[in-house]
């Protein structure tokens, strides 16, 4: 059973920082691409960021090409997203995805395992 567990979100104020994680358990991931989504309320699931766990190829929305960074940690399973000079409207809940091969893709129904989720909040 696969599960992907975020955490690290939270209350920041505008130009701070926050490191997201996901946990991943369940089995190996060495051919699976992993995602990072956001998505306001009303609004559709969007993609932020995606790294191929093997190799670390990674990918970038160009609302946050510069600011963030996605990276994985191979002994702990871990994938995480580093968010600098964050903005109000960054604020939304932060969803870590799987999907079970290693091709990179930005649409959500794409993808096969999904995280609850963790609120990010930026105040200004």
């Known amino acids: 059973q696969v599960q992907l567990v975020e955490s690290g979100g939270g209350l920041v104020q505008a130009g701070g920082s926050l490191r997201l994680s996901c946990a991943a358990s369940g089995r190996s991931f060495s051919s699976f691409y992993m995602a990072w989504f956001r998505q306001a309320p009303g609004k559709e699931r969007e993609f932020v960021a995606g790294?191929?766990?093997?190799?670390?190829?990674?990918y970038y929305a160009d609302t946050v090409k510069g600011r963030f960074t996605i990276s994985r940690d191979n002994a702990k399973n871990t994938v995480y997203l580093q968010m600098n000079s964050l903005k109000p409207e960054d604020t939304t809940i932060y969803y870590c995805a799987a999907r079970s091969t290693w091709v990179q893709s930005t649409r959500p129904q794409t993808y096969d395992y999904w995280g609850q989720g963790t609120q990010v909040t930026v105040s200004s």
């Open positions: 790294i191929r766990w093997s190799g670390g190829s990674t």
